[in-house]
């Protein structure tokens, strides 16, 4: 399964998005799911999670601004980002622990 991102954008500093992800349902129901961040320059960071069970992480830098979060009905997964920073900048992938493959990613720019 490969992933495919959508949502991204351009926004200024504490707008928000809503990033989104198809997934089939024995994906959530099996994996630990998330999103990965890559910005300029830097390697990729898990950004947030979501185990099958509906336990959450966060890193730090995010924790009180971002959500993820899932609807098995339409088979998604989510990340909503809100108060977004000029550090938040980066090319944001859907992940799974399962057998998976990277999608091409979505680019978020937080800038004037």
């Known amino acids: 399964v490969q992933f495919s991102e959508s949502g991204g954008g351009l926004v200024p500093p504490g707008g928000s998005l809503r990033l989104s992800c198809g997934a089939p349902s024995n994906i959530f129901d099996t994996y630990t799911m998330g999103w990965w961040r890559q910005a300029p320059g830097k390697e990729r960071d898990l950004v947030a999670s979501?185990?099958?069970?509906?336990?959450?992480g966060y890193m730090d830098s995010v924790k009180g601004r971002f959500t993820i979060s899932r609807d098995m009905t339409s088979e998604t997964l989510y990340l909503q980002m809100t108060n977004l920073r000029p550090e938040d900048t980066g090319v944001y992938y859907c992940?799974?622990?399962?057998?998976?493959?990277w999608g091409q990613g979505t680019q978020v720019t937080v800038s004037t």
């Open positions: 992940w799974s622990a399962g057998p998976t493959s």
């Open positions: 979501l185990t099958p069970d509906g336990r959450t």
